[in-house]
């Protein structure tokens, strides 16, 4: 017997990794996805048409680049010129006119997905904003999130964030307390500030070759059958039994890209290390680096210098490149562990990113910090270099994603008749 299918909208939705992990489980359909950035939804516009049967124009009608702060014009249609101005060539003439409304028609929306930008919340971002990100827009984009839920009602909602949303007090107030009061006063139920720890969760739990901890806020209707603990039993439930996956395990059969002895030129393009020798595998290409770089690179790995003390990292980036420095500026994979967070800072130098083989003296490759996303190896980026970096670093990790998913279709199986 076919099992019912769970519709969801996806609401900040990057480059993919949520809606990816949610239809890898088969038991979901995507109604409709939002983002705002064009490499982003280019991306996942492509990666539905090639791996999930959707039409280009399905496609092009079903995932909307939009700024959902105009949250009314997002949902109702009826978009304002300068809204048309600004997204109009790049989206639907139905989805300008109708909205998420007219997308989703008649059909019960069952879960909404999403995580609002994290960088507001993030600890390191608001230790080097001058105003500790007080002042950021994104620390309010939860309110767009909850206008879409009460216009929508579905039956549950996964809201997905950095662990610093634990600690963040934009304007001096606890944003988990605004969140709880912006939910309750629609009719939703979420845990408690005091209780949202416990929904902290660890993507190198869910077989992601990563340790990246993030905050899974779920949310049920005021008298729903569904029980929050329940929904989380049910995530939990879907943590791996076996060892953690490590970078070995999940890049170690990658091609290997040395440093040439001369670097060569094709036109204006400069190549400073051998070629991908694998057709099969796109995006795998090292980046250019100089001669200092790449020594740095090679004596990091060398020495095992992650494990040195703070200082005597400050005093070797002094010591390099005669530059002052408050953080760390370098650090490496290492084989037998998981990756550290990947995070959008990689489109920047990679440096915090260096290939755990000395012998490469080279960071991360796009490709490589998509499977350490545990993005499949056919997902293909479309943008610039920098922007596929930070598109991955903002993403979901897939297959954590899918444990998301996983667990909460046990609970709505059993309360089928919500």
Known sequence: MTKKKYTFIDLFAGCGGLTEGFLQTGRYEALAHVEWEKPMIATLRNRLVQ???YTREEAMRKVIQFDIQKTD??????????????????????????????????????????????????????????????????????????????????DAFVFENVRGLLSAKPGGHHVTKR???????????????????????????????????????????????????????????????????????EIGNMPPLYPLAEPIKH?????????????NITQHDARNYGQRERQIFREWVEGNFNHISHQEMIDYYKKKTGHDTLYQKYKSLEWDKPSHTVVAHLSKDGYMFIHPDAAQERSITIREAAMLMSFPIDYQFLGSTPYNYKMIGNAVPVRFAQGIARGIVKTLDKHKNL
């Open 51 to 53: 791996a999930w049967n």
């Open 179 to 249: 969140i709880y009061e912006a939910f309750l006063e629609i009719g939703y139920d979420i845990r408690t500030p005091e209780m949202l720890p416990t929904a902290l969760y660890d993507a190198s739990d869910f077989q992601v070759a990563q340790n990246r901890p993030r905050v899974i806020i779920l949310g049920i209707k005021h008298g729903s059958v569904l029980s929050l603990d329940e929904l989380y039993t049910g995530i939990d439930s879907q943590k791996s039994k076996s060892p953690k996956r490590t970078v070995k395990d």
């Open 73 to 154: 014009e997002l949902i109702n249609g009826s978009w304002s010129a300068e809204s048309i101005k600004q997204y109009g060539a790049n989206n639907h003439i139905e989805t300008m006119a109708t909205g998420l409304r007219g997308i989703v028609g008649k059909r019960k929306v069952d879960l909404i997905i999403g995580g609002p930008p994290c960088q507001a919340y993030s600890i390191h971002g608001r230790a080097t904003d001058k105003n500790s990100m007080k002042d950021d827009y994104r620390n309010y984009l939860f309110e767009s999130f909850c206008k879409v839920v009460d216009a929508f009602q579905p």
């Open 267 to 279: 036109g204006r393009m400069t190549q400073s290390y051998t070629q991908n020798t694998d057709p």
